[in-house]
């Protein structure tokens, strides 16, 4: 899974915001433990809330 940045979380509204939480969440179930994937997962979440937070 690419990161996903606040600059590209920018332009989006709240509900796309939530739809797109519930499949970073669900990339990050499926990622093995310590892998890229994993980490990129958990830093785009953390984006994610920060925007909706923002909004």
Excluded: C, G
């Excluded at 990339?27 to 979440?45: F, I, Y």
């Amino acid at each position: 899974m690419k990161l996903i940045t606040q600059f590209e979380l920018a332009s989006k509204s709240k509900t796309e915001l939530h739809s797109l939480y519930r499949e970073t969440f669900n990339e990050l179930v499926k990622s093995d433990k310590n892998s890229p994937e994993r980490r990129n997962a958990l830093a785009s979440l953390e984006n994610i809330q920060r925007e909706l937070a923002y909004k």
